[in-house]
């Protein structure tokens, strides 16, 4: 009998992260003479498809839902997150950087999470651990997801094993860390062409808390003024989704990648426990965060503390 | 600023792995320069004390409530399971080999899980990792764990590693897997001396299940006919239990290590889930299961899927 197909896929709205470490732990895994698949739950942004095309590597498909498959996480373990008919799905394996989140599985599986910058470091130390070669355009792809989620190597997320692991994979690739860092920094920036419901969607995750949901958008950005222009139209997208949605709040994150700082939009109720948690003021729908850069690291914990 | 001490706690109603873990894991951070304290949250059972007699090891302390502590799950990763208190508690790390559980953090932390016979094997593998010596007397806690956890290799969740580790901690214990096995299983068998109650409760795990809790004991002797010529005082002491902490049913394995087969009590409702899961059938409160050994690996899986 042959093996079932099994998945890898990231979490929705994926990221350069999400979409590479599941490309590069899929190629991991068939080197492993096992029959794994990448694959993904939702477009390809911008900054990932330079990347695709950098390293000339194909998009994994799209999977509109994945009740009954066999499925290997990357890059998120809660459900809020997952693609559709994950619930559904069997879970065989979860490979992630971030909190300990609500995916249960029936039986006992591989899990393997850590506390550093990106799913693509944790997949090359697996490479190491199995003794796997990478090849170069995986290494170009794990990079990338790297320097993404690190914004260069300068994210409070970042670790000693990110710097190291960055330096290797920039010696496969045959590229320069800071050089190449700064091209994939341009195509994050790309905001021009983007409606204000967009940068609020762009990137956005949803979070359980105190028996709501919580949407939190993160622009990252060199021209943040290219988004705080638009108040008043990006306000009025975040009324209208968080509406849609039955949102507690909703908070937009447009963090400066180089003044390492945050500006946020903020609508919805419990308003005093968000300034609590972030040690902030909102005023006329907007709050100043400086030094957060991290949406994961400096943003949900405190949030969650303080909504429970 | 020193750094606050770190326990590291196996679950409640503590087996030999869960307590031998701890006090290897506890050792390994110790080497790393770690200030990490192994602890317990119950009492040491007969085949516990044995071990810990045998290689002159101190019991872990007793944590009564772990409330504002900093913990290191070893072998379980679910509330159900945890010591008093854990829900606020800081779980900064978990090491174990059963099914992904309910346990959330508010931030990244490691969390290694492996789908393999002990928690011992998984410590043996992070002491390799980190190329970390094992001291003999270490070394004979973790064969314990993994010897008494996979029933002297013999139980369906052994994994080739268990296989390849018992040999090589039991090289560094000098001792023979096969006859140091045996004398474990020993002490495992005393039931002589124990009430019915002590019978249900001495190896007992709580489960959620729809909505409610489903309670599981087992007994694994070498003479099963000690706990089944007592079968109405065992079922009393069932009842008793049940009533006492409202579950949906209430189950006791008695596995024959020799044979490889269980008998099981049960009392409750939702027999015919019970018996379609593990396709059987009650009589009289009992039932047979031909080939079963694992609760986590043969019983809890199909409940939790017929139960949903």
Redesign the interface.
């Known amino acids: 009998m042959t093996q079932e197909t099994r998945y890898v896929v990231g979490h929705q709205q994926p990221d350069t992260d999400a979409i590479c470490s599941s490309i590069a732990y899929a190629h991991l895994k068939q080197e492993q003479g096992e029959n794994v698949l990448p694959a993904r739950c939702g477009e390809i942004n911008p900054e990932t498809r330079f990347v695709l095309d950098r390293f000339e590597v194909d998009d994994p498909d799209l999977l509109e839902d994945v009740t009954g498959k066999q499925i290997i996480l990357v890059d998120h373990n809660e459900y809020s997150q997952t693609a559709p008919g994950m619930r559904n799905a069997e879970?065989v394996e979860?490979i992630d950087?971030?909190?300990?989140?609500?995916?249960?599985?029936?039986?006992?599986?591989?899990?393997?999470?850590?506390?550093?910058g990106s799913t693509s470091t944790l997949v090359t130390k697996l490479y190491r651990?199995h003794g796997v070669d990478i090849p170069e355009h995986v290494a170009g792809l794990m990079l990338s997801g790297l320097l993404s989620d690190t914004v260069v190597l300068r994210s409070p997320?970042t670790t000693d094993e990110d710097r190291n692991i960055a330096q290797e994979l920039a010696g496969i690739t045959g590229v320069d860390v800071e050089k190449y860092g700064r091209e994939l920094l341009q195509q994050k920036s790309k905001l021009g062409e983007k409606t204000p419901r967009e940068m609020v969607t762009g990137d956005f995750k949803e979070f359980e808390m105190d028996g709501g949901t919580v949407g939190i958008g993160q622009v990252e950005t060199v021209t943040p003024e290219q988004v705080l222009e638009q108040r008043h139209a990006v306000l009025d997208a975040m009324h209208e989704i968080r509406e849609e949605r039955d949102y507690i709040f909703l908070t937009l994150l447009v963090t400066d990648l180089l003044e390492e700082d945050t500006e946020a939009f903020f609508v919805g109720d419990r308003q005093n426990v968000f300034e609590q948690a972030l040690d902030t003021t909102v005023e006329d729908e907007q709050a100043s965060l400086p030094g957060v850069m991290s949406r994961?690291?400096q943003v949900?914990?405190p949030l969650?503390?303080a909504m429970k």
Request: a negative charge; aromatic letters at 0%; charged letters at 35%.
């Open positions: 879970v979860i950087h971030h909190r300990v989140g609500d995916v249960e599985t029936g039986t006992p599986i591989h899990c393997r999470i850590e506390p550093i651990e997320t994961k690291k949900v914990p969650e503390e």
